[in-house]
C-alpha cells in the first residue's frame, strides 16, 4: 500500500527504497541531496561510496554556510558544492515545498528525490543507514552485493545494545553539549559525553580491531565516524569538548579513525574538511560571532596507523566527574 502523505506535516518523510514497494530499486531513479558538513548526511554519502553506488545514486551537494532564514542554498561556486542537478533550486527549501507546499518542518539534509514519482522518499539518516546499505542489491553485480553487510545476523545483538548510548551521548552529545546557553546545561551532557568515549575506546579495545566489532565493517561504524572524524577538528573548539582530544586521550579510537581515514576506500572521499570546518565556525552566529575558521589542527587526521592491535593501550579522560559517570553507563 502506498504511503499517504498529509501536508502541512513536520514529521518529515519515511519511505524506503525495496523490491515490491512504493519505491522500487532502479538506476537513475533516486537523487540524493546532502551537505558534506553533516555527520547525519555523512551516513548516506558513506554508504554510497562503501556499496558502490556512486554511479547508481547521484548527489547534490549544498554550500556550507551561510544558512540563513531560507536555509541551505545550492552554489556551485564553492568548492565541492553543486547546483541543484535536477531542478536548479536555488535553495534547500524549495524542493520540501515541491512535494509538500505546506510542510512546517525543518529543511535538513540529506533528503532522498523519487524522480519517476516526483516526490520525497526519505529524509531520515538514522532510517536511511538501516536500510540504504541493501537498498539496491538487485541493481548491483552479485560480487559487490556479497561484500558488505553493515547489519550482520551474528552481531545484530551486540549492535542493537550499542547503537542508542553511541547515538545519545556521543553523536548527538556533541550538540547536547555545543548548544546550550548555561553553564550547567553544558556540564550536564559534557560528562556523559566523555564517560562514553572512554566507554567506546575499552570496547574497541575489547574487540581488536580494526572495527568496532572487530573484523567486520558493520553499521556502528558507519554511525561513529562522522563524529569522531569531526571532534578534533570542530567539535573540541567550536563546542568547548576540550575535556579530552581523540588524537591526544584516546590512541585506540585515534587508530581506529586511521585506519579507517587512510586505508578504507570511502571514508576519506566523503570526507570534505572545508566543509565542516567552515560549516560550524560561519554558521553559528551566536557560539562564534566573528565567524573566524581556526587553522588547525593539523594535520586533520594523524597517519601511521598501528595494524597489530595488541601494542594498543587503551586511553581515557580521568576527570573524576566522568569516571563517576562512566560507572553508572550499562
Known amino acids: 500500500m502506498a504511503e499517504i502523505h498529509k501536508y502541512g506535516t513536520d514529521d518529515g518523510w519515511h519511505g524506503v527504497i525495496k523490491e515490491g514497494g512504493e519505491f522500487p530499486p532502479e538506476k537513475d531513479r533516486y537523487h540524493l541531496y546532502i551537505g558534506l558538513f553533516c555527520p547525519f548526511a555523512h551516513r548516506a554519502n558513506l554508504v554510497r561510496h562503501l556499496k558502490h553506488l556512486t554511479d547508481i545514486l547521484p548527489i547534490s551537494i549544498v554550500r556550507p554556510y551561510p544558512k540563513g532564514e531560507p536555509g541551505w542554498r545550492f552554489d556551485e561556486t564553492y568548492p565541492n558544492a553543486t547546483p541543484d542537478h535536477l531542478f536548479n533550486s536555488r535553495f534547500m527549501h524549495q524542493l520540501y515545498f515541491r512535494d509538500d507546499p505546506a510542510y512546517k518542518g525543518k529543511y535538513s539534509v540529506p533528503l532522498l528525490w523519487d524522480k519517476k514519482a516526483g516526490r520525497i522518499v526519505n529524509n531520515e539518516s538514522a532510517e536511511m543507514l538501516r536500510w540504504l546499505p541493501n537498498a539496491f542489491d538487485s541493481v548491483l553485480g552479485e560480487q559487490k552485493v556479497k561484500e558488505l553487510d553493515f547489519y550482520?545476523?551474528?552481531?545484530?545483538?551486540?549492535?542493537?545494545?550499542?547503537?542508542?548510548?553511541?547515538?545519545?551521548?556521543?553523536?548527538?552529545?556533541?550538540?547536547?553539549?555545543?548548544?546550550?546557553?548555561?553553564?550547567?546545561?553544558?556540564?550536564?551532557?559534557?560528562?556523559?559525553?566523555?564517560?562514553?568515549?572512554?566507554?567506546?575506546?575499552?570496547?574497541?579495545?575489547?574487540?581488536?580491531?580494526?572495527?568496532?566489532?572487530?573484523?567486520?565493517?558493520?553499521?556502528?561504524?558507519?554511525?561513529?565516524?562522522?563524529?569522531?572524524?569531526?571532534?578534533?577538528?570542530?567539535?573540541?573548539?567550536?563546542?568547548?569538548?576540550?575535556?579530552?582530544?581523540?588524537?591526544?586521550?584516546?590512541?585506540?579510537?585515534?587508530?581506529?579513525?586511521?585506519?579507517?581515514?587512510?586505508?578504507?576506500?570511502?571514508?576519506?572521499?566523503?570526507?570534505?574538511?572545508?566543509?565542516?570546518?567552515?560549516?560550524?565556525?560561519?554558521?553559528?552566529?551566536?557560539?562564534?560571532?566573528?565567524a573566524i575558521t581556526p587553522l588547525g589542527p593539523y594535520p586533520d587526521v594523524e597517519e601511521g596507523y598501528e595494524s597489530d592491535w595488541s601494542k594498543l593501550k587503551p586511553g581515557k579522560v580521568a576527570h573524576p566527574r566522568v569516571l563517576e559517570a562512566m560507572s553508572r553507563l550499562i
Open 152 to 290: 550482520p545476523e551474528d552481531l545484530r545483538e551486540k549492535i542493537d545494545e550499542i547503537s542508542p548510548w553511541l547515538q545519545s551521548l556521543i553523536c548527538a552529545g556533541v550538540y547536547k553539549s555545543g548548544f546550550v546557553s548555561t553553564q550547567e546545561a553544558y556540564e550536564k551532557n559534557m560528562v556523559p559525553l566523555f564517560a562514553a568515549l572512554n566507554k567506546l575506546e575499552a570496547l574497541l579495545h575489547k574487540y581488536g580491531g580494526p572495527y568496532m566489532l572487530g573484523d567486520k565493517l558493520t553499521e556502528l561504524d558507519l554511525l561513529a565516524y562522522p563524529t569522531i572524524v569531526r571532534f578534533d577538528t570542530v567539535y573540541v573548539q567550536h563546542f568547548k569538548t576540550n575535556l579530552g582530544m581523540i588524537r591526544h586521550d584516546y590512541p585506540v579510537l585515534n587508530n581506529w579513525l586511521k585506519n579507517s581515514y587512510w586505508n578504507v576506500k570511502g571514508f576519506k572521499e566523503s570526507t570534505d574538511f572545508l566543509h565542516i570546518k567552515e560549516n560550524y565556525t560561519k554558521s553559528h552566529s551566536d557560539i562564534n560571532p566573528h
